[in-house]
C-alpha cells in the first residue's frame, strides 16, 4: 500500500491551498483592509469640526471685538491708575482684565481655525448692514483718537465722568456688535462667549449710570 506522504502530488499539495484559491483570498484580504481605510477615514472626517470659515461672521466677529475690546481695556487701565474713586478702580480693572482674557480666547479659536489673526477685510463688513455699521470709520460705540487724548489728559472729577460716559457708550456698540454675532455666526463656543459678554455688559452699563449719576451728584 502506497503512503499518502510518498505521494509526491500529496506532499506538495498538503496544507497549501490551489494556486487560484490562494489568488482569491489575498484579493478579499486586501479588500477588507481597503474598506476598513475608508470607513476609518470617513469617521475621521465625520469626527473633525466644521470651523469657520474665511469671510465667516464668526471670524468677522472676533477680530473686530477683539480690536474694540483693546480699546476698552486701554480706558480701564487709564481709569484705574489715575482714579481715586474706589468704585471705579475696581470696576475699571475688572472690565480691563475681563476683555483682555477675552481677547486671548478669540484669538486662540481664530488660530484653531487656521485663520490669519488680521486680514484687510473691512471692519463689520460680516454684520447684516456691513460697513454701514461704521461711523467716521469706527465701529459702533469706539472713541475716536482725538476723544482718547482727551481722556487720558483730564484729571480727577472730570476724568471719571468722562470714563463712564466712553465706557458706557463702548458697551452699548459692544453689545449691538454681539446681538449681529447672535443672529449670524455659528461656532457654539463664540457664541457662548457673546451671550457672556453681553450679560456682562448689561451689567456694567447699569452700574456705571449709577456711577456717573453719583459723581455728578457730589
Not at 481715586?84 to 475681563?98: C, G, H, V, Y
Not at 456688535?177 to 456694567?204: P, S
Request: glycine share 10%; with cysteine.
Amino acid at each position: 500500500m502506497t503512503s499518502r506522504l510518498a505521494d509526491p502530488s500529496v506532499a506538495e499539495g498538503a496544507g497549501v491551498a490551489p494556486a487560484p484559491a490562494r489568488r482569491f483570498w489575498i484579493v478579499a484580504a486586501l479588500i477588507a483592509v481597503l474598506v476598513g481605510a475608508i470607513a476609518f477615514a470617513g469617521g475621521a472626517l465625520l469626527a473633525r469640526p466644521h470651523y469657520p470659515a474665511e469671510g465667516s461672521a464668526d471670524a468677522g466677529f472676533a477680530r473686530d471685538m477683539s480690536t474694540h475690546h483693546a480699546q476698552a481695556v486701554s480706558m480701564g487701565i487709564e481709569e484705574h491708575a489715575a482714579t481715586s474713586d474706589k468704585f471705579l478702580r475696581d470696576i475699571s480693572i475688572d472690565i480691563a482684565l475681563t476683555q483682555q482674557a477675552q481677547i486671548g480666547m478669540m484669538g486662540t479659536w481664530i488660530d484653531d481655525w487656521g485663520l490669519p489673526a488680521h486680514t484687510d477685510a473691512t471692519p463689520m463688513a460680516w454684520m447684516p448692514n456691513g460697513s454701514a455699521e461704521l461711523k467716521d470709520g469706527l465701529m459702533p460705540g469706539m472713541a475716536s483718537q482725538d476723544t482718547m487724548a482727551k481722556f487720558r489728559a483730564a484729571t480727577g472729577k472730570d476724568k471719571d465722568v468722562m470714563f463712564c460716559q466712553l465706557m458706557i457708550n463702548h458697551h452699548l456698540g459692544g453689545i449691538h456688535m454681539i446681538d449681529g454675532a447672535l443672529k449670524t455666526a455659528h461656532d457654539e463656543r463664540l457664541l457662548n462667549l457673546a451671550r457672556g459678554m453681553k450679560a456682562a455688559q448689561q451689567y456694567e452699563i447699569q452700574m456705571l449710570q449709577d456711577q456717573l449719576k453719583r459723581i455728578k451728584g457730589s
